[in-house]
T-cell receptor, first 107, second 116 residues
């Protein structure tokens, strides 16, 4: 079992739909990252959070420390949101990455 | 927010040559930088941890003589892939830890290396 589990692995949705990607981890953390990776490979840091909720534009990230679970939500999804979304847990200096969720938004 | 850049974003080189990839923290000082590698359809994996002014610490299975890491200043770390082979073709990503803000890490955009 991976230390960081993401679900779903793949997700296809229609433009405008509300998207939720889940991340569970097995040990305590100092921070949790959500990253976006586009088809060309480039990585964009979306969020780093250690508690509560953060919002940036149409993206919302939440974390429940007690349940060791985080979610990434995308409101009013758009085809340009199509990418791989990666959850990574940060414990001291060590970062463990999930395998990513491949999101495809259809126009 | 904190910004980390990498250069180049893409590089194609011939087998046997060496390639240098730079990782810079643009608006903060990074005592520690990390180098990751991602093979197709796989997770990012830590290769090495680079501390300013000291030798890098390599993860098991990563050849330190092949992947030379230099962290000469608080804003720059370099990864040199020596005598590159096609199996070194991968996506290389760095992250930098903000010395002021504890364990927060910020990721670079990555470098796509293709060895022909």
């Amino acid at each position: 079992k991976n230390e960081v589990e993401q679900s779903p692995q793949n997700l296809t949705a229609q433009e405008g739909e509300f998207i939720t990607i889940n991340c569970s981890y097995s040990v305590g953390i100092s921070a949790l990252h959500w990253l976006q990776q586009h088809p060309g490979g480039g990585i964009v840091s979306l969020f780093m959070l250690s508690s509560g909720k953060k919002k940036h534009g149409r993206l919302i990230a939440t974390i429940n420390i007690q349940e060791k679970h985080s979610s990434l939500h995308i409101t009013a999804s758009h085809p340009r949101d199509s990418a791989v979304y990666i959850c990574a847990r940060n414990r001291d200096d060590k970062i463990i990455f999930g395998k990513g969720t491949r999101l495809h938004i259809l126009p | 927010g904190a910004v980390v850049s990498q250069h180049p974003s893409r590089v194609i080189c011939k087998s046997g040559t060496s390639v240098k990839i730079e990782c810079r923290s643009l608006d903060f000082q990074a005592t520690t930088m990390f180098w990751y590698r991602q093979f197709p359809k796989q997770s990012l994996m830590l290769m090495a941890t680079s501390n300013e002014g000291s030798k890098a610490t390599y993860e098991q299975g990563v050849e330190k003589d092949k992947f030379l890491i230099n962290h000469a200043s608080l804003t720059l770390s370099t990864l040199t892939v020596t005598s590159a082979h096609p199996e070194d073709s991968s996506f290389y990503i760095c992250s930098a830890r903000n010395r002021v803000r504890g364990y927060e890490q910020y990721f670079g955009p990555g470098t796509r290396l293709t060895v022909t």
